[in-house]
């Protein structure tokens, strides 16, 4: 069974990079039955779909987003990771990894248990 | 760009009452492509629906979705303790290519 570990550092100051990566136990990243993807929460509010990598290596961004957000793949190490940068205080959430499951018609079936990460002067 | 509006933003009912969640988008979106998540306090969503009617693995018959074109249902026929929570409709497809709604949330009356 697929389980996904967020990692990567809670504080990060406004105009730098924020670095997440996930790592993937049970199956393969290089899987062509999966997309890898990134979700995050705002306190206090909903979920917001950042961006999606295919084993391919084609990704998919929210266009709301995507001049700042990189996604890849490192197959030697079962791990996708999400680059987001210039981040302001309004990028302060908890980040969810998540694996949408071709097979479940694209919804999201397996997630992490999410990191938080600041933004903070 | 879709957008998914969730009504009602907060639904008051006791344990054993039936719950009506609303998903309306703002264009068609095929129902293969809809999907229910439940999340509580402190946790990661949980995936309890896709393809609007489609129950994830291990949720209870007692939870259920329908709809198309713009409009989908999810239902909880009797509220256990354990339904209590914030409930999110997301779509695949239209761009944003996954979207979720704004979310309502199930309280105890």
């Known amino acids: 069974q697929l389980q996904l570990q967020e990692s990567g550092p809670g504080l990060v100051k406004p105009s730098e990079t924020l670095s997440l990566t996930c790592t993937v136990s049970?199956?393969?990243?290089?899987?062509?039955?999966?997309?890898w993807g990134w979700i995050r929460q705002p306190p206090g509010k909903g979920l917001e779909w950042i961006g999606s990598i295919y084993y391919s290596g084609s990704t998919y961004y929210n266009p709301s987003l995507k001049s700042r957000v990189t996604i890849s793949v490192d197959t030697s190490k079962n791990q996708f990771s999400l680059k987001l940068s210039s981040v302001t205080a309004a990028d302060t959430a908890v980040y969810y990894c998540?694996?949408?499951?071709?097979?479940?018609?694209?919804?999201?079936?397996?997630w992490g248990q999410g990191t938080t990460v600041t933004v903070y002067s | 760009e879709i957008v998914l509006t969730q009504s009602p933003g907060t639904l008051s009912l006791s344990p054993g009452e039936r719950a009506t969640l609303s998903c309306r988008a703002s264009?068609?979106?095929?129902?293969?492509?809809l999907a229910w998540y439940q999340q509580k306090p402190g946790q990661a969503p949980r995936l309890l629906l896709y393809?609007?009617?489609s129950r994830a693995t291990g949720i209870p018959d007692r939870i259920s979705g329908s709809g198309s074109g713009t409009d989908f249902t999810l239902i909880i026929s009797r509220l256990e303790p354990e339904d209590f929570a914030v409930y999110y409709c997301?779509?695949?497809?239209?761009?944003?290519?996954?979207?979720f709604g704004q979310g309502t949330k199930v309280e105890i009356k």
């Open positions: 393809g609007a009617s």
């Open positions: 264009q068609s979106v095929s129902s293969t492509y």
């Open positions: 997301q779509q695949y497809g239209s761009s944003p290519l996954w979207t």
């Open positions: 998540a694996i949408p499951n071709i097979a479940a018609n694209y919804a999201m079936d397996v």
């Open positions: 049970g199956g393969s990243i290089s899987s062509s039955s999966y997309y």
